[in-house]
């Protein structure tokens, strides 16, 4: 399928999500409500689907993942029928060993993390497992209701964490912190102060902690209208991936910082219109776009690949 | 000496500590109360041989280290007689140069990090240098007396930081707080801004930093007797395996938790209990043990070996 | 330029700052008021020289960077004349290409990281880019106003994160803060959540968010006077690289640290002062320099070299 000019998202026959373009602003729902918006494979096969068309589409400059408000949960978690076994395809287990396993949580995470499009989860009911590791942790910004019961289970259930969640919930609510709510498999609310540094305040006009669930998408909207109207579409997707992708020493970022800079300012309008438009007191009206931009598009980092190569032809 | 089955931790004959086993949890013990607790070779190589005795033996599901909560301190960092010479063993002195010595906090760290049981350090009163890193910050958890004086007094001694606490404090509580705390001296207690991230709190039923001194150690109990009951001996392994050492990459790490994922759930019998225990509402009955599981335990880093070796035979 | 004995900052003939040594403490002005003190070329190149000479000078032993607080900013961000291609110099743009650019923030901040010495940023205005980025993040420690304005403007300016801001930043403040206030380029005071922990409260004795503009600098200074007095230099020299320089895993931060603990002990004199003060219970006389002690100064990293090489002789 091609990304054209008028790509409907309406088009791609999704089951267990929605997806719905407004300007700028592409929100994704979860559609499986009777099953407490438990996570499936298929689930994850369209949620990488979209985060991917998001990420290639000009028109959209922030993406939205949500659930029904009314639904038991944002995301209850694994779909499992007594038995983790439906987490392995028949390719794994015919495979066998230690290695030939990819965590589907991992392929989720990449989706959100690869995305150069500002992405928000708005979190409007309980999480639990990858609800709360593989469908918030990778998100940029996280808006929330109050009342959410939020567990990483995963020592409670005899498992390990997923959705690479070992990784990222360190960086982002400092280690310990991490390893608290990791070894405990504890319950706990977003104001709780092991994990409300996943829900920073932003200012008195954008409340990241909502009081009922009905109002954490209208929240998050709010405050993708303003980025998506104020900032520039490549200055988000570099500075996205000098976050992302930090050097192995400062020198290196050093390096990878003025490569960007470079990069936006020979090629771009945006950089002129930035200034412009602040000494003129008024909305930037950013116009460069990440497949047109002169120029193109260079990550400095060497992507790799975690596919599993069968071993048998 | 090998572990049997009935292993008493009362034969070990420990001078400079007390080891005592209850059911899956295991308390240490500071048993140098006259000399305010201070660390000394002796000590180290107790407290690093408790330590991996504590990893080996599938009994035990949790550590608590802890001191007497009527001794001058908790610990007061390590025993000098008016110079830091005793801090060189022999043939450290013998050897010379700038590459020979191994500081003993270091060995210390290691063991708790190395242990891969959950780690509890009771801190029942005042802490400095070594007392408040080698015997604090590798923990999992750490419980304290709300009066507790905290002090690293490095640069005010002339002396560097040790027992890898410039690697893990900036980990555990911001680079920001680390120098902060590392380049002052200054002392502080465990709600200050500057460490409270080192004692957050848990959930109400268990509180982190308790007003009286003797109230520490039942409190850490407490939470250990939660944890031995409800948590995976191997999950917990590969969880704390996982935010010890994550990959240098996101695709390191999601390679990393596939791996342990297919390690606990193709091998275990703990997944499938997790999720049977859950459904019913009752607490597990996990049964796997790290000696014993089918397919062994196998880490994905290379241990590096720090060891000095004799440049003369 | 040789730096003598009784070298005098006054005679280096600085137009953007002015540079005062009282004892062991050396204060940097911006002397840019009637330009908002915004940031050039020049501004740079004498800051740069100024903490070069700072490590180099064995009386410094904490350096001071401020501005005037009758000034309209602190730091109003890079001087713009409408257009970005002032960052470039004329061989940048005749270089060409994607990687000819170093940015000039970057060399703000090596000059403070690789400052020796304790460096205390004293931000008694507004701040905005390189006047949050590397006239701040790089520091040991931050006073400031609490009324001041602070933003990351790059994602409303169409450029990108400099000063090393994209790597620092999350060290500093934990990933989701970072995030939320490098993608959003709202405007933040001392205070909130997001930037807090940039200005961790120390003791009661020195407040680091000062209510009015002209304490900023008074309260910087009592608080570099107990440093000067109570901390050995190369105490401090060691530490801050430590933890610049960590190792790549916890065996090599140990390596490092035990050698930096015998550097220090073999060598100097201010271990031995340093115990024996604290037993006499007085301030410590450490005397020891980075200049003159025993066995000189030993890095463990590879410095690398960001410096354009031309392509063409």
Chains 1, 2, 3 share one sequence.
């Not at 997806?19 to 409500?33: H, K, M, P, S, W």
């Not at 369209?46 to 944002?74: G, K, M, N, S």
Request: with cysteine; glycine share 8%; net charge neutral.
């Amino acid at each position: 399928m091609t990304l054209t000019k008028d790509f409907d998202y309406a088009t791609l026959g999704f089951k267990e999500l929605i997806a719905e373009r407004d300007g700028g602003i592409l929100v994704v729902t979860i559609n499986r409500a009777k099953e407490r918006n438990s996570f499936t494979r298929l689930f994850a096969e369209e949620f990488v689907r979209v985060f991917e068309l998001a990420d290639q589409d000009d028109r959209v400059h922030v993406v939205i993942f949500t659930a029904d408000p009314t639904a038991p949960a944002y995301c209850s978690g694994a779909g499992l029928s007594g038995s983790w076994n439906g987490l392995f395809t028949e390719e794994e287990l015919k495979e066998g060993g230690d290695h030939s396993h990819r965590d589907t949580g991992g392929f989720v995470t990449f989706a959100v993390l690869n995305c150069r499009k500002i992405t928000i989860a708005a979190v409007n009911g309980h999480a639990a497992g990858v609800g709360l590791t593989g469908l918030q942790l990778p998100f940029d910004f996280r808006f929330i209701w109050g009342g959410a019961k939020l567990t990483f289970p995963f020592v409670r259930r005899g498992i390990v964490p997923e959705a690479i969640s070992s990784d990222l919930l360190p960086k982002l609510v400092g280690h310990a912190n991490a390893r608290a709510v990791l070894l405990s498999g504890l319950t706990y609310t977003p104001t709780h102060p092991l994990l409300s540094q996943l829900y920073p305040p932003l200012t008195p006009d954008y409340p990241t902690i909502l009081p009922e669930r009905q109002d954490v998408l209208p929240a998050a909207l709010a405050f993708a209208r303003n980025l998506a109207a104020n900032t520039s579409q490549i200055s988000v997707a570099y500075t996205k991936s000098l976050l992302l992708h930090p050097g192995t020493t400062v020198e290196e970022s050093h390096l990878n910082e003025s490569h960007a800079l470079q990069k936006v300012v020979m090629n771009g309008t945006d950089p002129t219109e930035g200034v412009k438009s602040f000494m003129q007191k008024r909305e930037p009206a950013f116009k460069d776009r990440l497949g047109t931009v002169k120029g193109g598009w260079s990550p400095w980092w060497r992507p790799l690949e975690v596919r599993l190569r069968r071993s048998k032809l």
